[in-house]
């Protein structure tokens, strides 16, 4: 019985948990839009517009409305640790994009990365 036992608790540990889709990191802004989306759809109304809004500007790649957008969910009252997790890595994931956008010479991307940097301050 004890053999049967940890032949089973060894099996449990060999295979890795499936990852939370809201919880790992997205690779670019469309991903990260993926994922405010999944976390906020039992959201209040409100919180849930506001999240629905910055997905659609970080799928549009209009980044400095998305962090904008981001900001204003950031500072809502009553996020669950999934929420608060989207828009970490959503800001995380625009950061990454921004500064290759710089990058590359777009004077946007600077703005947005501006805006990025203070909503990180705060």
Same mark, same amino acid.
Request: aromatic share 4%; net charge negative; proline share 5%.
């Given at each position: !019985? #004890? ?7 060894? *099996? ?5 948990a499936p ?5 790992a #990191?997205p690779?670019n802004p469309e991903?990260? #839009?993926?994922?405010? /989306?999944?976390?906020f759809? %039992? *959201?209040? @109304?409100e919180v849930? %517009? ?10 549009? #790649?209009?980044?400095?409305? *998305?962090?904008i957008s981001?900001?204003? $969910?950031?500072? /809502?009252?009553?996020l669950?640790?999934?929420?608060? !997790? ?10 990454? /994009? &921004?500064i %290759? *956008? $710089?990058?590359?010479?777009? @004077?946007n ?6 805006? &990025? ?6």
């Amino acid at each position: !019985m #004890a053999a049967a036992l940890m032949m089973l608790t060894t *099996a449990g540990c060999s295979r890795s948990a499936p990852e939370d889709p809201v919880v790992a #990191a997205p690779k670019n802004p469309e991903q990260a #839009a993926t994922q405010v /989306s999944v976390a906020f759809e %039992q *959201a209040a @109304p409100e919180v849930k %517009q506001m999240a629905t809004v910055a997905a659609e500007f970080m799928r549009q #790649a209009d980044y400095e409305k *998305a962090v904008i957008s981001l900001g204003a $969910i950031k500072e /809502s009252q009553g996020l669950t640790l999934q929420q608060g !997790m989207a828009v970490h890595n959503s800001m995380v994931a625009l950061e990454a /994009s &921004l500064i %290759q *956008a $710089i990058e590359a010479g777009d @004077p946007n991307a600077k703005r947005a990365y501006e805006l &990025l940097k203070a909503h990180k301050r705060n």
